[in-house]
DNA sequence: TTGAAAGCGCTAACAG
DNA sequence: CTGTTAGCGCTTTCAA
């Protein structure tokens, strides 16, 4: 039976008095901490898990010079070994199509905001839309044993399911109402919004529309709410067919000045359209505007998302605002007690959140 | 001494056949796979790490079938134990100020792309602009021992320079040419690109310039433009004093609006107005079309970063473009290089890289 | 090329 | 409240 000295032995390579490797040097441990407090390390790992307020005095006393040792020997905690002893990562995965949109950023922020003051942080991966690199990335992201997954929308690879299956951890999808959820959901019905802007264009006079979006195949929610304009326009009479898909996911503004353009020549006498989300809005608005077509009066021009170049161009741009950060603080809220059961042995029925949306009716249209 | 059952014994509690906690429930190990095709754990890790071309026709057999029997048993690497005894991490921290800013997610991807193919996996945090959210967030991603760390400008707290010494791995800041590194450096110099505009506009037969922005101690990088504008107005011996600062960075589209209306109160007689970025330039460029205020003849407007809506809107903005995919990309191959030496206990001497940017004269002047 | 043993730094579980 | 013991799942090291 061996014994193991209290203190390890250092090796960093040394050559003539400097360090070879600061990279390699071994970093300051719990150990290290007890050894120079005269403790063992379970009270040095309790002094700096324990939570407030505690009883004795004494031991207060105690935890107090042990922070402070911490503090002087430049102590880290290593994660990586706590998550491995305790089977608790510390970790919510996020899979966002993009980073540069503010809608799906904003949620970020609002899972963040959520979830850090228990501590989780969020491990934020971005798939380009495109299902194949949310699974590689789902892949990549389990090997870190997240304590929960927060989904963007409901389209996801067979794999990525099994995937999801497997890890046993409670799953978030976010954004849309899926038809067949993994498990948990918090979203709106980007069919019904669409649908409801559509309703109130009808409502303002507005009879010949269009909508432009991407191709379906690269964008389920796009698809959502094109078969909203689609359901909408059927259930007012109108004709629902000038639909115009261009590119992939996500829809620029240059493809909306492309998108108006190619509208205004296929159905001259259309009075509104809609477009997929403000940016692509904004866009078929400038290039209005570089031909002389006045908006609304020769075509009135409506967005989706609520973002903020909407709010500030001229005129501003009508749009169904999301309150993009709601979903994701909900879906954090939600998340945090699911792995809480999950911490329990309990496991959280599925519960599905309805986010909010609103039709802001602008200059635009 | 004892011996420990290859096998491990699960311990999942189970009510009525129904597993009550699948978030707890072991994964699959590597020891459950060695068992199932017959050989030691080893053969099992060298079998998974394995490079391509390798010798032995049956050793390649036997880890075809290895890779089998993980794909059949659903088995996932654990990188936190993987982590925990290869003392890698496969993490390289990066702290931007905004998710929601396109030109700094730009640089995530140009960072990701750049080391994703070493398998390593960017931790990203955003810090809001303040360096005691990056010095929290610094500290809390150290925890998971990262290979680099990766920051954006040079403005950081004590504290947390303490921290990126103490922890000892490579460290990058982007964006800013900073005057005092903590190692390397991937950046322009922001004042002399707005140095560069100036010049450009006076050449173009400006001469009352003014300059907006936020409120210098908010914001590093802005107040090195503001610099490179005063800098280059007296070096034209034109009145460098024309400088208005509202609000805290990020300066949004709406400050811009604000700043002009504000700017041409004050000095009703200016020619040409310098956003310190894309986003209030577009703010001031809307402005002034509701107000009814030509652009350019009446006001020439500028922004800096080369965004999306600088080029897009109507008349397109003139602007300072800078590749920041190339500046995340850049940093990714340093980084690459820097982790490489300290896995060989060496240490990369400290680099400076230039990022390219150009100056782009459109519509706006 | 393969296997056996040891141990990374921490926390769970139990004993004092 | 504190200490001791025993691992977590993998890779490193060394021996076969």
């Known amino acids: ?96 199509p993009a980073l540069n949109n503010s809608n799906f950023s904003d949620t970020v922020h609002g899972l963040t905001s959520a979830v850090e003051a228990s501590g989780l942080q969020v491990l934020l991966g971005y798939t380009d839309n495109d299902q194949h690199t949310e699974e590689r ?65 009808h409502a303002k006079g507005y009879r010949r529309m269009a909508f432009f979006g991407g191709v379906p195949e690269s964008d389920a929610r796009g698809a959502d709410r094109r078969r909203g304009f689609e359901s909408a326009m059927k259930g007012l009479c109108l004709d629902a067919s000038r639909i115009l898909s261009v590119g992939r996911a996500p829809v620029s503004m240059a493809d909306g000045a492309q998108g108006v353009a190619q509208v205004m020549l296929r159905w001259p006498d259309v009075q509104a359209l809609v477009c997929v989300s403000d940016h692509p809005a904004f866009g078929a608005l400038m290039e209005c505007q570089r031909r002389g077509w006045a908006v609304p009066d020769r075509l009135a021009i409506a967005g989706f998302g609520g973002s903020e170049v909407a709010a500030s161009c001229h005129p ?31 496991r959280l029925p599925a519960e599905t959140v309805l986010a909010p949306f609103r039709v802001e009716l602008r200059g635009s249209t």
């Open 1 to 96: 039976m061996k014994k193991k000295s209290p203190v390890r032995p250092r090796s960093a390579v040394t050559v003539s008095g400097q360090s070879l490797s600061p990279a390699a040097l071994r970093h300051v441990t719990m150990a290290d901490v007890a050894a120079k407090v005269g403790v063992s390390k379970m009270t040095v790992s309790r002094a700096l898990n324990r939570s407030e307020g505690s009883g004795r005095s004494a031991t207060l006393a105690l935890h107090e010079r042990i922070l402070q040792a911490c503090k002087e020997m430049g102590y880290v905690v290593d994660q990586t070994a706590r998550t491995f002893s305790s089977k608790r990562s510390g970790f919510v995965a996020a899979l966002i």
């Open 137 to 201: 990335l789902l892949r990549a992201m389990l090997t870190r044993r997240p304590e929960g997954v927060v989904l963007t929308g409901g389209s996801h690879t067979p794999a990525a399911r099994n995937l999801l299956k497997a890890a046993g951890v409670p799953v978030i999808e976010t954004w849309d109402l899926v038809a067949d959820p993994i498990e948990h959901t918090v979203g709106f019905s980007n069919a019904e919004a669409v649908a409801e802007l559509v309703r109130h264009l």
């Open 316 to 346: 501003q741009i009508s749009t169904v605002a999301v309150d993009c950060v709601s979903i994701g603080r909900a879906a954090g809220q939600l998340l945090l007690r699911a792995i809480d059961a999950a911490r329990q042995g309990q």
